[in-house]
C-alpha cells in the first residue's frame, strides 16, 4: 500500500468527531475526538461552534460532493451490519485497515470478545500511542496488528496474533480496497475465502468508472486528488462485486449507496445533506 495512505485515516475521523456537536449525530461516537492526533483534535473541538462545523463540511464537499454524508453514513451501515452479526453468532472481529476507528472502544459488545485492529506499521503505532493515551493501555480485548496488505502474509500474521478462522469472524474492511492493486485485493480475498461458515464481511468501495475517469461524478478535485496521483487503485463496477464475492466463496447480502444512505439515514435523522455517489458499501456473508 502507498505509504501517503497513511494520512488518509485522519480526516473522515475528524468528521465523526465534528458530528458529534450535530444535535442528533448520525453517529455516536465518544472517542473519536480523543484518539486523533493533537492538531486534527483541535479542528475537532472547534467544530463545536456550528461555524466552524459547517466550513469544515463545506470544505470537505467542496473537495469530495457528498463526501461528509458518506463518510458517516458508511460508518453507520457497517456498525449496523456489525450489530446484526453479533446477534447471529459472531464470536471476534478484524478490522482490516483500521485507522483511528473508534468500533472496539465504543461498542460495549466488543469489550466481551476480541478484536484485531490491522494496518500499516505507522498507523498502527500512532493508534497504539493513541489508544495508550486516552485509555492508560491497550484494552486486553483489543490486538493491534501492524501488517502490509501488498507485502506481509495475512494468514501467518493474523494466525500469530490468535486469529485463526476457525470461528465466526465479522471482518470490516473500510475505505481500504481502492487503495490497493488488484493483486493485494486477491491476496485479501484469498485469505478471506477460509473464513468459517456463518462469517461476514463488511466492505466499502470506490466505482471503477470514477477510477478510469469516465464518470467524474461532479467531483474533479477528488478525481486529481487521488486518482491522478495514484493514491486510488482499484475499484468495481456494481455490478462486478457479487461475481467477484462469489469466487472466494462469499454471497452479497445488501449493497448500498448515495440512495440507501438517504432512505436509511439522513431523511429518518432530517438531515438535507447529500452523500456521493463515487464510494458505495457492501455487507456479505459466508
Known sequence: MNRDATQTAIGP???????????????????????????ARLAAAAAR???????????????????????????????DCLHEGLRSGIESVVILGAGYDTRAYRIPELTEMAVCEVDLPANIAA????VRR???????HVTLLPMDFEADEMSTRLSDAGFDQSRPVFY?????????????????MDYLSGA??????AFTYVRKDFLDGRETYGAPIAYREFVTKDLWKFGWAPQ????????????????????????R???????????????????ARR
Not at 486516552?134 to 486486553?140: N, Y
Not at 492493486?181 to 491476496?187: F, H, K, L, N, P
Not at 468459517?196 to 464481511?201: K, P, T, V, Y
Not at 462486478?240 to 432512505?263: C, I, K, N, S
Open 49 to 79: 461552534w456550528s461555524v466552524a462545523r459547517h466550513s469544515l463540511m463545506a470544505a470537505t464537499d467542496k473537495k469530495f460532493p457528498g463526501g461528509w454524508a458518506s463518510f458517516l453514513c458508511r460508518k453507520r451501515y457497517i456498525d
Open 13 to 39: 475521523m475528524v468528521i465523526v468527531a465534528a458530528e458529534q456537536y450535530e444535535p442528533a449525530p448520525l453517529i455516536r461516537d465518544p472517542w473519536a475526538r480523543y484518539l486523533l492526533p493533537a492538531g
Open 172 to 188: 470490516i474492511w473500510e475505505a481500504v480496497t481502492q487503495y490497493l492493486t488488484e493483486a493485494a485485493v486477491r491476496t485479501t
Open 265 to 283: 439515514y439522513l431523511v429518518p435523522a432530517g438531515r438535507t445533506l447529500a452523500a456521493s455517489p463515487i464510494e458505495r458499501a457492501v455487507h
Open 240 to 263: 462486478e462485486v457479487a461475481p467477484f464475492l462469489a469466487e472466494y466463496g462469499w454471497t452479497e447480502r445488501d449493497h448500498v449507496g448515495e440512495v440507501e444512505y438517504r432512505q
Open 196 to 201: 468459517a461458515s456463518g462469517s461476514a464481511l
Open 134 to 140: 486516552t485509555f492508560g493501555d491497550v484494552p486486553p
Open 127 to 130: 493508534k497504539t500511542a493513541a
